[in-house]
Nanobody, 122 residues
Framework: QVQLVESGGGLVQPGGSLRLSCAAS????????MGWYRQAPGRERELVAN???????NYADSVKGRFTISRDNAKNTVYLQMNSLKPEDTAVYYC????????????????WGQGTQVTVSS
């Protein structure tokens, strides 16, 4: 019904930058919040940042001032610009979308992307 496809991960040196993208497609009526989560080995998945349909953003304290989340509602796409990357940012990054389907109005479902690896290492 709905797919979230991430791109933009990779290997970067400390202090470098990466930009992640996540495009949602399918029987979408509307998308409420879109966000990015990450999971490092041996750790629980944690919120990195999210953005409401109106543009209100929320960031984890660990990424404030370094990461910027944005979205293009016309393209059903969310971005995560990551600057000043640190080794502790290494994780699999997952896109999440809170989506209302065309065929099930009034219900919001949570969908996840497949994840993209971000490795920060010299």
């Amino acid at each position: 019904q709905v797919q979230l496809v991430e791109s933009g991960g990779g290997l970067v040196q400390p202090g470098g930058s990466l930009r992640l993208s996540c495009a949602a497609s399918g029987n979408i009526f509307s998308i409420n919040t879109m966000g990015w989560y990450r999971q490092a080995p041996g750790r629980e998945r944690e919120l990195v940042a999210n953005i409401a349909s109106g543009g209100t953003t929320n960031y984890a304290d660990s990424v404030k001032g370094r990461f910027t989340i944005s979205r293009d509602n016309a393209k059903n796409t969310v971005y995560l610009q990551m600057n000043s990357l640190k080794p502790e940012d290494t994780a699999v990054y997952y896109c999440q979308g809170r989506i209302t389907l065309i065929q099930v109005m009034g219900v919001v479902y949570t969908y996840w992307g497949q994840g993209t690896q971000v490795t920060v290492s010299s």
